[in-house]
């Protein structure tokens, strides 16, 4: 079992605001990264840090945090957002890392 | 622009030793930077496997720890993995990534990634 827990599934509307949770007790200590994994390709960053995008990444994609709970916000959803979204940071001994579960995101 | 791209047999019998390598090129494995491999299932989630740094030091997945080995090879600019004693459940997609890990940790850029089938 995952350390880290997303919620299976999210949808949300074309062009509307869609947010995808991570909770963990490591992300009390830590900020949770965020990839895009779309059928048949390598994961992607999307957001690392606090809320930093790589060079690349559209800025309809931002990261929250508060308490136990990381957020991954898009900000007027598109079509080609639909994905698998996993987050990652290190566990509660800070010795390893762990991924979350994934959440499919569905655009509609 | 760093790219990483791993290579190893995509087909291992049960009981055996997988082996892969990542070999990294646009910038040196010696760079400040740990190394890790994460594998996929098909259809499932991702699984941190573990990380190396060019010093040597390694940490695994305590879940793995007893049938993984990650190892870097600096004159040839690549890291490798070796996991024993395989079954199915090992069958996966295996991706090298580079590790950015100052006190919180990102995984930029990825191989593409290599499937490795556990038959007979």
């Known amino acids: 079992s995952s350390e880290l827990t997303q919620d299976p599934a999210v949808s949300v509307a074309l062009g509307q605001t869609g947010r995808i949770t991570c909770q963990g007790d490591?992300?009390?200590?830590?900020?949770a990264s965020w990839y895009q994994q779309k059928p048949g390709q390598a994961p992607v960053l999307v957001i690392y840090?606090?809320?930093n995008r790589p060079s690349g990444i559209p800025d309809r994609f931002s990261g929250s945090s508060s308490g136990n709970t990381a957020s991954l916000i898009i900000t007027g959803a598109q079509a080609e957002d639909e994905a698998d979204y996993y987050c990652n940071s290190r566990d509660s001994s800070g010795n390893h890392l762990v991924f979350g579960g994934g959440t499919k995101l569905t655009v509609l | 622009q760093v790219q990483l791209q791993e290579s190893g047999p995509g087909l291992v019998k049960p009981s055996g030793t997988l082996s892969l390598t990542c070999a990294v090129s646009g910038g040196s494995i010696s760079s400040s930077f740990w190394w890790s491999w994460v594998r996929q299932p098909p259809g499932k989630g991702l699984e941190w496997i573990g990380e190396i740094y060019h010093s040597g030091s390694t940490n695994y997945n305590p879940s793995l720890k007893s049938r993984v080995t990650i190892s870097v090879d600096k004159s040839k600019n690549q890291f490798s993995l070796k996991l024993t004693s395989v079954t199915a459940a090992d069958t996966a997609m295996y991706y090298c990534?580079?590790?950015?890990?100052?006190?919180?940790?990102?995984?930029?850029?990825w191989g593409q990634g290599i499937l490795v089938t556990v038959s007979s």
């Open positions: 840090g606090k809320t």
């Open positions: 990534a580079r590790e950015i890990a100052p006190q919180d940790n990102w995984f930029d850029p």
């Open positions: 490591s992300l009390r200590n830590y900020y």
